[in-house]
């Protein structure tokens, strides 16, 4: 690589440089970004205030690069974006590399989502661990609650199906689930999944939905005294569609009544006042999931925009067969 001028720079940015710079240009290059951006204002800037950079010419941000850290073992890099009248200058590794040097060279699992064209770059950077391939599924809202799966649609409206509930419901104890999302995708950050989880909690003007699925046999957490949550997913309006994310459900079935639910939930808003989105669920699925695969192949939803979930350093232990549907290709 040559020598980058002297007037290149890479520096950290602010919330509002992050809110406005990260959406914009994820919008930009089609990746489908979701909530016009509040999700990097209110959760990820949160979540490592210190991780958003941006890399400069002469004043112009020609390339940008998230780096969060999630406590002392594991980090997420993610929005590694050059500007396309850049690309091929070393802006966008440098800001990278800068990215790098944030998270530590000693963190155990540095991960990151990668485009499947820059799968060979990424390796070269040490990111040479594979835990699986996202498929990024794609279907109709409207379709699944009025046809595909219609009775449970209508099941789920009338409250018949025992145990599945809003995620905002009393009963759901939220400190459980950073366990659910460490036990099935290796990942270790509380904070995040719970500011994660409220950030859909009680928003439904906004289209941002959770739903969890309880014990009804009588099972209880230990600590909280609560039932036990079997699975919670969240959704959450993006450009083109509807993102899904996390989905962690103990078996296919609860997995369905989650899905299930947060559509009967977008048809319903919409039906009353439309949000002029696309009635399309977008859900980034590990293709090393028999049971999350077989789920949307039986519905037709087919792969649209698939990514490599690399890591450099450990793949975190977990039990793949409970993810869905990961949280967000971003920040994990």
Not at 86 to 92: L, P
Not at 120 to 131: D, L, M, P, Q, R
Not at 169 to 187: K, M, T
Request: net charge negative; with cysteine.
């Amino acid at each position: 690589m040559s020598t980058l001028p002297e007037d290149f720079t890479v520096e950290r940015c602010t919330q509002q440089e992050a809110h406005e710079i990260f959406y914009g240009w994820a919008f930009s290059e089609h990746w489908n970004p979701s909530t016009k951006g509040e999700d990097v204002r209110d959760v990820y800037f949160k979540a490592d205030p210190q991780g958003f950079f941006k890399g400069q010419l002469k004043g112009e941000v020609v390339a940008i690069v998230s780096a969060l850290r999630y406590g002392d073992e594991q980090a997420w890099i993610g929005f590694y974006i050059a500007s396309p009248k850049h690309r091929g200058k070393g802006f966008g590794l440098a800001t990278f590399n800068k990215a790098l040097e944030h998270v530590g060279h000693d963190r155990a699992s540095v991960g990151l989502d990668g485009l499947l064209v820059q799968v060979e770059n990424y390796k070269k950077s040490g990111f040479t661990s594979i835990a699986w391939m996202n498929e990024r599924r794609n279907g109709a809202i409207d379709d699944l609650v009025d046809n595909q799966e219609r009775v449970l649609a209508e099941r789920i409206s009338k409250n018949e199906v025992t145990g599945l509930v809003d995620l905002s419901d009393p009963l759901v104890d939220l400190n459980q689930l950073p366990a659910i999302e460490q036990r099935f995708s290796g990942l270790k950050r509380p904070e995040f999944v719970k500011d994660w989880a409220n950030f859909h909690i009680n928003h439904h003007k906004e289209r941002r939905f959770g739903a969890a699925v309880l014990s009804t046999d009588g099972t209880k957490d230990e600590k909280s005294g609560k039932p036990v949550v079997l699975g919670y997913a969240c959704v959450r309006p993006a450009v083109s569609s509807y993102r899904i994310g996390p989905l962690y459900a103990t078996s296919p079935e609860v997995a369905k009544q989650l899905l299930v639910k947060l559509a009967n939930n977008v048809v319903q808003a919409e039906r009353q006042e439309s949000y002029n989105i696309p009635l399309k669920f977008d859900v980034d699925v590990p293709n090393t999931n028999p049971g999350a695969v077989k789920l949307f192949d039986g519905l037709g939803w087919k792969d649209t925009f698939p990514s490599m979930r690399m890591w450099k350093g450990t793949v975190p232990e977990h039990d793949v067969s409970g993810v869905y549907a990961v949280s967000t290709l971003e920040v994990a």
